[in-house]
T-cell receptor, first 113, second 113 residues
Framework: EPEVTQTPSHQVTQMGQEVILRCVPI?????FYWYRQILGQKVEFLVS????????KSEIFDDQFSVERPDGSNFTLKIRSTKLEDSAMYFC???????????FGPGTRLTVL | GENVEQHPSTLSVQEGDSAVIKCTYS??????FPWYKQELGKRPQLIID?????GEKKDQRIAVTLNKTAKHFSLHITETQPEDSAVYFC????????????FGSGTRLQVQP
């Protein structure tokens, strides 16, 4: 069964550094999402992406964040200048054209020191 | 925006008993309500969902009910087993326009053998 994949599984970075989190959505899916989950808390929506553009973003997704689908298979989340409070598990999800079900990747645990 | 409240935050049952987790939502436009199971350190896994055109849906030991008037929906797990132990998240979304998921705060279910 196809799955969403994410790399790396764990990223440790210094405050102020840029990080790029990578996702490979399920191949025939059209809608892509990033969510984050701070340890012990709920999953929070960051951004949705469709037809090569952002379709929706939350208040969390400020100017420090950006997303890109550089090559038709990868979907990336960039944080330009990481802050301590960016430490969280970041999940990518994808959805097919007709279905509503979102399928999550295994997550990238980002630790900002 | 949408707000989803989930109760209880923790639930401990004996193996074989039933477990019920309840959620309320605020946006009457929401019409898609998935439930995700998240085991420790793993990705959220979709286990069941319900659309607003039905009041109940069942899949083996799992059922979900929806009361649109009261804006409540619930997850029912019967004949619980130790492998049902996990954190369960409810979520709400629309099936038109913005389709990001708004999650509840999660319920940690512990099934005691």
């Amino acid at each position: 069964e196809p799955e969403v994949t994410q790399t790396p599984s764990h990223q440790v970075t210094q405050m102020g550094q840029e990080v790029i989190l990578r996702c490979v959505p399920i191949s025939n899916h059209l809608y892509f999402y990033w969510y984050r989950q701070i340890l012990g808390q709920k999953v929070e929506f960051l951004v949705s992406f469709y037809n090569n553009e952002i379709s929706e973003k939350s208040e969390i997704f400020d100017d420090q964040f950006s997303v890109e689908r550089p090559d038709g298979s990868n979907f990336t989340l960039k944080i330009r200048s990481t802050k301590l409070e960016d430490s969280a598990m970041y999940f990518c999800a994808s959805r097919g054209g007709a279905g509503l079900d979102q399928f999550f990747g295994p997550g990238t645990r980002l630790t900002v020191l | 925006g949408e707000n989803v409240e989930q109760h209880p935050s923790t639930l401990s049952v004996q193996e074989g008993d039933s477990a019920v987790i309840k959620c309320t939502y605020s946006d009457s436009a929401s019409n898609y309500f998935p439930w995700y199971k998240q085991e420790l350190g793993k990705r959220p896994q979709l286990i069941i969902d319900i659309r607003s055109n039905v009041g109940e849906k069942k899949d083996q030991r799992i059922a979900v009910t929806l009361n649109k008037t009261a804006k409540h929906f619930s997850l029912h797990i019967t004949e619980t087993q130790p492998e049902d132990s996990a954190v369960y998240f409810c979520a709400a979304s629309w099936d038109t326009g913005r389709r990001a998921l708004t999650f509840g705060s999660g319920t940690r279910l512990q099934v005691q053998p």
